[in-house]
């Protein structure tokens, strides 16, 4: 089992301890393309470092875009956030450029605490 530790914002953090978000989605970079169903995500919230959450990996899918990575989970994960779907995508963007996001897709693990 693999284990990997990636930063999330804290009210990202708080949907999946209230058992609301169910999915992370990231950047498809070569690493991530490593981690299996099974292996371990380490969730840091990137304003308290002691504030953490451990995740294990029920499914991974590829998109090759936001839209298509957030179009069938975004009302239940991102539940109370935000108003629709444009929101969250400018949301998104500014984790990633397109550049970014063009070259290497982004990655849904499904995920359970």
């Known amino acids: 089992m693999k284990r ?3 930063k999330i914002k804290p009210c990202f953090l708080e949907l999946i301890k209230a058992g609301k978000k169910k999915h992370e989605y990231r950047l498809n970079t070569p690493d ?11 969730l840091v919230s990137n304003e ?12 991974i899918s ?4 936001w839209v298509d990575a957030l179009k069938d ?5 991102f539940d109370g956030l935000f108003d629709n779907l444009d929101d969250l995508i400018h949301e998104c963007n500014k984790f990633y450029s397109p550049e970014q996001v ?7 693990f499904g995920i359970k605490v």
């Open 102 to 108: 063009k070259e290497y897709g982004i990655v849904r």
């Open 32 to 42: 991530r393309r490593n981690l299996s169903i099974g292996d371990q995500i380490i």
């Open 62 to 65: 590829m998109h090759p875009n």
């Open 73 to 77: 989970f975004w009302k239940e994960d």
């Open 48 to 59: 308290n470092p002691k504030d953490t959450l451990v995740v294990t990996i029920t499914d």
């Open 4 to 6: 990997m530790t990636m």
